[in-house]
């Protein structure tokens, strides 16, 4: 406080504050900072307008991060060196059209490097064309054979032509005495895919087991503590939970698209989209922030025992009216939008609470197959830490499980459930359902989802670039040697989703040791 004394008027000061705040836990405080620095960054220097609104997109007030980055004029000369942090942010904030635009602004002045180009792909993944981002993330390699998250990028477009070439150059990296522990994860994940491509399942399986073994390593995962977080996060919603719910405005009504990552919720989310009453939002953090702003108190990433106890104590009127208004930007004046961050399975009964005109759709998926496409997909540092190890897994697909088994008992008929295989096979009949549930009228033709043009930024941005297909139903198969340990651990629930189904009796794949 004594340097806001010293210089009431400095961005940069408020920043500083808003940071300390949110390391301690403190959202309230630290929203007001962020908030009080960014009505200062009027003819600020552009990287101390970068720096705010950084704090901004921490603190999780993206609307406002992204207003801020308007005032730095990314064709100006002497922003040339904020360039790369610009289109950062601007990826970051899922407005790929402008990061993209900057990027080219600092290819083209010079700033060229094997990080720039990388980044370029990845924009250019999401926007397309995706040749322009393969030649990109190839150049990466090229200016950086060690770089391990260029390679495995290169990887994820599913090319057989070249495979055996890609593979061989990222066996060679790994031989390399100057990787660090994230090139070496990025190259075991990247050279799974790859010999997964070329169908080479046994040699697959080993890399996808070294990059987990890697990632697992400084991903630190307790999941006796994640048991007795869902334990105490059931028993502080008991029946009767909803008895009392806020009183909020009903003129928009949020669709809450839940489930476990890699589990369809992109699929759903662009079939949604192409109905005329409603807008797309994709994964806001809005919901988890708003929760933090009302207790004034960080979540952690992770769920602990005291999460019982947080939840119990939110004020539900103030988070649903919090909720509503942080995310009307989002609407575009459409009666219905869909956020699609699918952890919020985990708040179900908090949104039903403070928001009791939603809508929450489950993406259901098979048990194997919802915990392989988890396990071969390699998370931002920190998230869906129990992805990395086997047990860890089933450990968590069984509170999942569970959870959402409790949802259901506490609120009846609220919540629908879509099966992933149904929704691949029957897409027709599935977004009927859908639009039934929802209320609204009947809009044919919405499964067309090549139709929907929005950008979309998740790990399924290169498969909704075809059209619905079957495909990953039943995918886990072709590793069910591999996965028999967690197979006799799902086996209950595997026999619960499909009753024709006798795990013990599974075909497994060649090899798989």
């Known amino acids: 406080m004594k340097l806001i004394g010293q210089a009431p008027e400095q961005p940069l000061a408020y920043a500083m504050l808003a940071q300390i705040c949110h390391a301690v836990g403190r959202t309230r405080g630290a929203t007001f900072n962020a908030f009080q620095a960014s009505q200062r960054v009027a003819g600020q220097a552009a990287g101390d307008i970068l720096i705010v609104a950084d704090v901004l997109l921490e603190v999780g007030e993206h609307h406002l991060a992204h207003s801020l980055l308007g ?37 083209a002045s010079g700033c060229d490097g094997a990080y720039v180009r990388h980044m370029h792909g990845i924009v250019q993944s999401f926007t397309g064309p995706i040749e322009a981002a393969i030649d990109a993330c190839e150049q990466s390699v090229a200016e950086a054979p060690h770089y391990g998250h260029a390679h495995w990028s290169c990887a994820q477009f599913g090319r057989r032509e070249g495979a055996l070439e890609r593979v061989a150059r990222m066996r060679a990296a790994l031989e390399r005495p100057d990787l660090d522990h ?69 003129d928009v009504t949020p669709i809450f698209v839940v489930g476990m990552p890699r589990t369809g919720t992109t699929l759903l989310e662009r079939i949604l989209g192409n109905h005329p009453q409603i807008t797309t939002c994709g994964e806001l953090n809005d919901l988890r922030q708003q929760m933090q702003w009302v207790n004034d108190q960080r979540l952690s990433l992770t769920l602990d025992p005291g999460i ?68 071969k997909e390699l998370f931002a540092h920190k998230y869906y830490p129990y992805s990395y190890a086997l047990d860890d897994l089933a450990t968590h697909y ?32 599935q ?47 072709r590793y069910a040697t591999g996965l028999a340990p967690l197979q006799a651990r799902l086996a209950d629930l595997i026999t619960a989703y ?9 075909v497994p794949a060649a090899g798989v040791a």
């Open 431 to 477: 977004a009927r359902r859908v639009q039934d549930y929802l209320g609204l009228p009947l809009v044919e033709g919405v499964t067309d989802i090549l139709a929907n043009k929005t950008v979309t930024t998740t790990a399924s941005t290169l498969q909704l670039r075809q059209p619905i297909h079957r495909r990953n139903i039943g995918g886990w198969r």
């Open 498 to 506: 499909d009753p024709d189904e006798a795990p013990s009796l599974a």
């Open 398 to 429: 069984r509170n999942y499980a569970r959870l959402m088994r409790h949802w259901h008992a506490i609120a009846p008929g609220r919540i629908l459930d879509v099966r992933y295989e149904d929704l691949a096979t029957q897409p027709d009949e």
């Open 308 to 375: 019982g106890d947080y939840v119990a104590r939110l004020d539900a009127d103030l988070l649903g009216h919090r909720y509503l208004a942080k995310t009307r930007w989002a609407t575009r004046g459409r009666a219905f939008y869909v956020d699609k961050h699918p952890m919020n399975f985990q708040w179900c009964g908090a949104i039903l609470k403070a928001l009791p005109h939603a809508k929450i759709i489950h993406l259901r998926r098979h048990p194997m197959d919802s915990c392989f496409s988890n396990l």
């Open 182 to 250: 994230d090139d070496v994860t990025y190259l075991h994940y990247g050279l799974f895919k790859e010999l997964d491509t070329l169908g080479q399942t046994d040699q697959a399986w080993l890399s996808l087991m070294a990059g987990a073994d890697a990632r697992r390593s400084v991903t630190g995962h307790d999941a006796a503590l994640e048991t007795a977080a869902y334990d105490a996060l059931i028993a502080a919603t008991p029946p009767g939970f909803l008895a009392r719910c806020a009183d909020v405005p009903a």
């Open 71 to 107: 005032f730095v004029d990314a064709g100006h000369p002497a922003n040339t060196a904020q360039l790369v942090p610009l289109a950062r942010l601007y990826s970051a904030l899922d407005d790929q059209p402008q990061a993209l635009r900057c990027i080219e602004l600092a290819r």
